[in-house]
């Protein structure tokens, strides 16, 4: 059967894991695998911007993503390329127009997040007058992109540890980007459709990890209108949805999810009791 994704998860990439030795509750002798951590350094021209700890793979897509994410890539920046070394482990993205960007790396604040997720003090202006598209969603797309996605084989299935963010188009999982970090997964995510020119309108994005704040502002700063969750949301993650009109489904997990902002697009065209619960491999993954 051909794999609905343009990019899926590779567990079996030998960079990302490495089996480790140890014991179980009865004393006796395991070896599980786990994820690795590496630092990669982002260079917006000369000026470095960042050190994040990611799993190594898609350097090019984090850097991009992460830049404009964080506002630092304007609308219409031109790019001029994008260097990645990795014996340096460092990634250089270069733009026609040379800016710089000192105050502002001053500004960085560390967030909840995992694995130096940061947010700038100004990162919350590009949300002024932000419109998100009243692109509708089916609960029938929204079930079928969980069974997808739950099943497909992950580094989250496989070793834990680690955060998964899908961007789908109705029933159809695009793009399936994971990391130590959530807010690295999602850059990935912007970073790929940047490079591929990819719009936004019509898309939705799937994380494993809990609604934040930032997540939020991240995905409507994407411009995508529909953000799901299996995890649940936190209060200011929920604020900013409202504010914003993006809306937010959480505790997405087998037949049930909840949804506190946006529910305007919403249709429900399926019956809730027609779909299968969660084996039991998925809740134990989804409680470590």
């Not at 260097?83 to 909840?112: G, H, I, N, P």
């Not at 020119?197 to 995905?219: P, Q």
């Amino acid at each position: 059967m051909q794999s609905p994704y343009l990019i899926a998860p590779d567990p079996a990439a030998p960079r990302l894991t490495r089996a480790v030795a140890g014991t179980d509750q009865t004393g006796a002798a395991v070896e599980i695998s786990v994820v690795e951590e590496r630092p990669l350094t982002i260079y917006l021209n000369s000026q470095e911007i960042v050190t994040a700890m990611t799993i190594g793979d898609y350097p090019e897509y984090l850097a991009l993503g992460f830049l404009k994410n964080q506002g630092m890539l304007r609308p219409g920046e031109e790019i001029t390329g994008v260097d990645y070394d990795e014996e340096l482990e460092v990634v250089v993205v270069r733009t026609a127009s040379q800016t710089t960007y000192e105050e502002k790396v001053k500004k960085k604040t560390r967030t909840s997040g995992c694995a130096v997720g940061t947010v700038f003090g100004d990162m919350m202006e590009g949300l002024e007058g932000l419109t998100l598209p009243a692109t509708p969603v089916r609960t029938s797309w929204l079930y079928s992109l969980a069974h997808v996605i739950n099943t497909t084989p992950s580094l989250y299935l496989e070793a834990g540890a680690i955060h998964g963010t899908v961007l789908c188009q109705q029933d159809r999982p695009l793009v399936y980007m994971e990391d130590v970090g959530r807010h690295n997964a999602v850059d990935k995510i912007a970073g790929w459709m940047l490079s591929e020119g990819v719009g936004a309108d019509d898309k939705i994005l799937y994380t494993t990890g809990r609604l934040t704040s930032e997540m939020v502002i991240k995905t409507a700063l994407m411009g995508i209108p529909v953000l799901a969750s299996r995890s649940g949301f936190t209060a200011w993650g929920v604020e900013i949805a409202r504010q914003v009109g993006l809306t937010c489904i959480g505790r997405m997990r087998g037949k049930r999810f909840v949804c506190l902002s946006g529910e305007e697009r919403l249709v429900r065209d399926a019956d809730p009791d027609s779909v299968a619960d969660e084996d039991r491999k998925h809740r134990r993954k989804s409680a470590e």
